[in-house]
């Protein structure tokens, strides 16, 4: 994780009777994370659908999009097998992981109303598994077994839980994959394990509301966390995945 370095850059567009009205550059202040600070929620708050309609009334007010440039260097090492969380190695079995967690600010505690996640290039490959996070809700995930039983009760988002994941068994042949809110519109489009290709995420609005919703604190507010997880189970490449740019597209209410 010392290694890993962003390139973090904030530019806004504003869109007002349909010209478009550019504005200079914002750098946001990011930190490379050791670990994934967000915990998974595993009860429904008490308040959620009150900060569902503040959510909902915020993302009604005028927009500006924001774009958030991260670079994720390569990740050459393999799963630490039997180290912290991880097991020990065993064929067809979520044994380990490795995490690369990226901070990043938006400003005035801005509510996020829309999530557009892009690979600059379609060199992405990674071995076995890959879980997409944002705030620890699973946006997307290769290996779709299990989203059920990680979603928080009364909801439809899964969070990343180690613990009911670890030592699940799971099939490379198998192609189905999962990506939040596909039912209502949603669009995915990540490379099988192994295999080259471009990322590419679009989650509906509604639902990307929703996820800010469920994870909205004082401090979430804030700071966001997006975090690449790459699982393994036995093989001399696992837990390893190429060098990615992605561009983390973001509308906000327009800030005065």
Not at 151 to 177: A, C, H, Y
Not at 193 to 201: A, K, L, S, V
Not at 203 to 221: M, P, R, T, W
Request: charged share 25%; net charge negative; hydrophobic share 35%.
């Amino acid at each position: 994780m010392r290694n890993l370095i962003l390139l973090v850059l904030l530019s806004t567009l504003i869109s007002c009777g349909g010209d478009d009205q550019f504005f200079p550059a914002q750098d946001l202040e990011a930190t490379p994370l050791p670990t994934n600070p967000v915990a998974p929620i595993k009860e429904r708050p008490e308040n959620l659908e009150v900060v569902e309609e503040e959510v909902i009334y915020d993302c009604s007010s005028e927009l500006e999009e924001v774009v958030v440039d991260v670079s994720i260097p390569e990740s050459t090492n393999v799963c630490e097998w039997g180290i912290g969380e991880n097991l020990s190695k065993k064929n067809s079995f979520t044994r380990a992981k490795k995490e690369t967690p990226i901070g990043f600010t938006l400003p005035d505690n801005a509510t996020i109303c829309s999530l557009e996640i892009t690979s600059e290039r379609d060199v992405f490959k990674y071995d076995d598994h890959l879980y997409l996070t944002l705030n620890n809700s699973i946006i997307f995930s290769s290996f779709p077994d299990h989203m059920t039983d990680l979603m928080v009760p009364g909801t439809d988002i899964p969070q990343f839980d180690w613990e009911l994941l670890v030592n699940q068994k799971f099939d490379n042949s198998d192609k189905n994959r999962f990506c939040l809110g596909s039912e209502v519109g949603s669009t995915c489009i990540v490379p099988q394990t192994q295999r080259t290709g471009e990322m590419r995420i679009h989650i509906v609005d509604e639902v990307v509301q929703n996820v800010f919703a469920l994870g909205a604190n004082d401090e979430q507010k804030q700071t966001h966390v997006l975090n690449l997880i790459i699982s393994g189970d036995n093989d001399g490449s696992d837990c390893k995945h190429s060098a990615m740019d992605l561009k983390v597209r973001m509308k906000i209410p327009k800030i005065p």
